[in-house]
């Protein structure tokens, strides 16, 4: 049967199954069942340390351009500097990482971005004042970020088994969230306490705990015939001709395409702060909005145990999208801050609750063989989607007002991702 309407089963050098969970009120919190696997929890706490750390070098690399250009179209030309070696390399990455030891691509890859982060503090606390050599820097870190995404994301289907998948994309997600939230207001923070350079080495330090955690896992070869082909763009459109062929992996990635580039109205935060909120203060309001979905994201990874055990894994993407649409369609209609607030900590949750099974289609459908292809093309989608959201969202708010933009986006989500579901039925079958 084709893997794309039936689960594929664990992998076959996946860890067995564990107990049972145990009943009552743990149900309901986070499934760490993941974590009793070595392997996956040296992954995991490494990515404790980083989710932070990252977030350093994310803050001070644009602080660092603004005070040197003090223009912000500066700070979007380095956006996009690091963004297209990012796409780049995250498709070639998905090849490779098909046909290498991921352990050892993860071991180079971390190593080159750790690298980088030196060189970004060498470059801070020499006083080069470069937004030349930041540009490269940032292009470098990305290009390195998008080699070693797809390997990362890849082994977790060879260090758990698959009906775990859910909740180790749970935990992982979990924390990348709570890093967005945490990273900005600790370098916030820490530049006036320790400067602008202590942040890029901090990062580097974290990378270090990084390497070692990889160091230590498994050798993780390509199974079958994999290791004997050349990672090149015949075999990155092989990974595009395997999505057109598997209807669940391609309405997989639409799912993110339509909630990203039609629902995520953080473009418009600014303009909705200093004119629908700006009674309780710009500044606040500004800040709530941004804080709103990574913070209901945190709380529903938290509790994640209410859904990470589900099975059918396609419906709960198909209610995630809808949940978000209706969501983001509320927050559009909102007048109050905190009634706005509260309806991107629901979106929050819904788009966690997206990543989570969106993760686990991707991991569980596909073959080892082409995990890295998908991995790659799912790291293109989630860093893209939402830049087009910035372009049709600011488009969209100049020509009918930025609440009318996004409660329509919102309803937009909501009737687009039903007509795929009712269109389509493979993502609506799916189970493991």
Same mark, same amino acid.
């Given at each position: ?9 664990? $992998? @076959?050098?996946? @860890? *067995? ?7 009552? &009120? ?17 992954? &995991? ?17 644009? #602080? ?39 352990? #050892? ?14 060189? %970004? ?7 080069? $004042? ?14 390195? %970020? ?66 070692? /955690? ?6 993780? @070869? ?5 290791? *004997? ?17 598997? #209807? ?20 418009? %935060? ?56 209706? /969501? ?12 706005? =607030? ?12 997206? =990543? ?13 063989? =082409? ?17 087009? /959201? $910035? ?10 007002? @930025? ?30």
């Amino acid at each position: 049967m084709d893997t794309s309407e039936s689960s594929t089963g664990t $992998d @076959p050098e996946a @860890p *067995a199954a564990q107990a049972p969970p145990r009943p009552g &009120w743990r149900r309901w919190a986070m499934d760490t069942r993941p974590l009793r696997i070595p392997a996956y929890r040296r992954l &995991w706490s490494s990515t404790v340390v980083t989710a932070v750390g990252s977030q350093l070098t994310a803050v001070a690399v644009p #602080k660092q351009i603004y005070d040197i250009t003090h223009s912000s179209a500066w700070v979007g030309y380095a956006s996009l500097a690091g963004l297209l070696p990012m796409v780049a390399f995250a498709l070639w990455g998905g090849a490779v990482a098909d046909t290498v030891d991921r352990r #050892k691509l993860l071991l180079v890859t971390n190593t080159g971005i750790a690298v980088t982060s030196l060189l %970004f503090w060498a470059q801070a606390v020499t006083g080069l $004042d470069s937004v030349v050599v930041l540009m490269v820097l940032l292009a470098l870190q990305q290009a390195f %970020f998008g080699l070693n995404s797809p390997a990362r994301s890849a082994s977790i289907a060879r260090l758990v088994p698959a009906e775990q998948l859910p909740a180790a994309n749970a935990l992982g997600s979990t924390v990348m969230q709570t890093g967005l939230v945490a990273g900005p207001l600790l370098a916030g923070a820490l530049i006036p306490v320790i400067g602008l350079p202590a942040l890029y080495l901090v990062d580097a330090l974290a990378l270090c705990v990084t390497v070692w /955690a990889v160091f230590r896992l498994p050798a993780l @070869p390509p199974l079958g015939a994999a290791a *004997a082909r050349r990672a090149g763009v015949r075999e990155i459109a092989a990974g595009f001709r395997y999505i057109a062929r598997h #209807k669940v992996l391609l309405l997989s990635f639409l799912a993110d395409i339509v909630a990203m580039v039609l629902g995520m109205p953080r473009a418009l %935060f600014p303009q909705l702060a200093a004119q629908t909120y700006g009674s309780y203060g710009e500044g606040l309001a500004l800040g709530v909005l941004f804080a709103g979905i990574p913070v209901g994201a945190v709380l529903g990874g938290l509790f994640s145990g209410v859904f990470s055990r589900a099975r059918r894994h396609g419906w709960m993407v198909i209610g995630a999208v809808v949940g978000w649409g209706v /969501a983001i369609a509320g927050f559009g209609l909102s007048g109050n801050l905190w009634v706005a =607030m509260a309806f991107l900590a629901v979106a929050g949750v819904a788009d966690m609750v997206s =990543m989570v099974f969106r993760g686990a289609i991707l991991l569980s459908a596909a073959t080892d063989e =082409m995990r890295g292809r998908m991995q790659g093309v799912f790291t293109v989608v989630v860093a893209g989607g939402p830049r087009l /959201a $910035d372009v049709l969202h600011g488009t969209a708010g100049s020509a009918f007002g @930025p609440r009318a933009a996004v409660a329509g986006g919102g309803a937009l989500v909501v009737v687009v991702m039903l007509a795929l579901a009712a269109a389509v039925p493979a993502l609506r079958r799916y189970r493991i």
